[in-house]
């Protein structure tokens, strides 16, 4: 069976900064700002069964995945019933871009959604179960729980859509180049 955990990266020293490859860092970083930018105001939608619910529909999500990462996969990893509903939970698999080697790296998450019954039935009683219940919860839960995995890699996939505080990722600059490196490394042995 083949190996899928991701590559393990250390923090950099300060001189390995220096010494390291800081435009690969720099694509990192870059790659880092333009996934943590919000989603196109158009992208989103109002959720139509929650008032102040908004989201953005999976096929914007995939359609993101595909162009900002090229490949990707889904490894269902639990499907159960909690309650009256159906939980899924998986495993989002994409590309490191910023490396020259093929390198997945991945995101779990988890969705759920109800097994419908007939009107009036409360939500245990499952003979007035609908016939075609699971068979709408099931995929509606998986849809659910890719898009938790995606949210994870950047606000341009919802992340923080419905949170009330928002955390800005403008500090996020260009590293600078290796000369301005050691320029700052001088002021500060100077002083």
Known sequence: MENRTPAVRHLPKYEDLIKGDIELKQTQNDLNILLNRPPAPEWVKQHPMFKKVRYIPIERIESLLTVLFIRW???IRQV???ANSVVVTVRLYYLDITSDKEIELWQDG???????TDSGAGAMEWDKTKND???KAVPAAESYAVKDAAEKIG???GKDL???DQIMYDTLTPIPKKDKLED????TNND
């Open 110 to 116: 988890v969705g759920a959604a109800p097994i419908q």
């Open 73 to 75: 996969h889904v490894e």
């Open 184 to 187: 700052l490394d001088n002021e």
């Open 162 to 164: 419905n949170s009330a």
């Open 155 to 157: 606000k341009i996939f």
């Open 133 to 135: 219940a699971v068979m």
């Open 80 to 82: 159960q019933t909690i």
